[in-house]
């Protein structure tokens, strides 16, 4: 089965700009959640969706949002991008429910706000 | 949520010295995953151990979900078992802050 995947891998913005990054899960995975990840902040949650709906949500402010697709894709867009923003965006992909819960991770993208 | 903490923050090793890894969490869990980023960022799954022990290669994991730690060993460290060791538990999306490895040659 082939893995995770995010893209773009990089991407740099402007400060006010969008940004939407995509994340493919593994086939059969009906789970996608997303992570940022900073030097200072390290792994943090941001949402995790489930058969199109969200199902559990981070601390964000509501310039991160995200949705999934019926093919179980996943798109997150952070709106009015800010330096802070600068980060490295993970995706993962599991299957909940069927007695593995293994979280199987992308190669993430790259975010750079200048 | 659930509290994961790990311990040390940070480790450095000589190639071909053994190691542990320490995970400490909050409240009973029925899942938990050690993972490794390496330099590039990609965080490769080790281990899905909820309880009792397993063994890849050189590396091996322990839970004890009664007593809310898990413990990864690294034995005879490599070079490329340098990086970020995250120990996590997905079902609460929680994630520990990582231990730092440097293996030294």
């Known amino acids: 089965k082939a893995g995770v995947t995010q893209t773009p891998r990089y991407l740099i913005k402007t400060r006010g700009q969008q940004v939407t990054l995509s994340c493919s899960p593994i086939?059969?995975?009906?789970?996608v959640s997303w992570y940022q990840q900073t030097p200072g902040q390290g792994l943090q949650f941001l949402f995790e969706?489930?058969?199109?709906?969200?199902?559990n949500k981070g601390n964000f402010p509501g310039r991160f949002s995200g949705r999934q697709f019926s093919n179980s894709r996943s798109e997150m867009n952070v709106s009015t991008l800010e330096l802070g923003d600068s980060a490295l965006y993970l995706c993962?992909?599991?299957?909940?429910?069927?007695?593995?819960?293994?979280?199987?991770f992308g190669p993430g993208t790259r975010l750079l706000v200048l | 949520g659930i509290q994961v903490e790990q311990s040390p923050p940070d480790l450095i090793l000589q190639e071909g010295a053994n190691s542990t890894l320490r995970c400490n969490f909050s409240?009973?869990?029925?899942?938990l995953q050690w993972f490794h980023q390496n330099p590039w960022g990609q965080l490769i799954n080790l281990f899905y151990?909820?309880?009792g022990t397993k063994q890849n290669g050189r590396l091996s994991a322990t839970t004890v979900a009664t007593e809310r730690y898990s413990l990864l060993y690294i034995s005879s460290s490599q070079t490329t078992d340098s990086g970020v060791y995250f120990c996590?538990?997905?079902?609460?999306?929680?994630f520990g802050a990582g231990t730092t490895v440097t293996v030294r040659a």
């Open positions: 993962a992909s599991r299957n909940p429910g069927q007695g593995d819960e293994t979280q199987y």
């Open positions: 086939s059969g995975h009906r789970s």
């Open positions: 969706y489930f058969s199109e709906t969200q199902r």
């Open positions: 409240d009973s869990v029925n899942n």
């Open positions: 151990i909820p309880s």
């Open positions: 996590a538990v997905p079902y609460k999306l929680s």
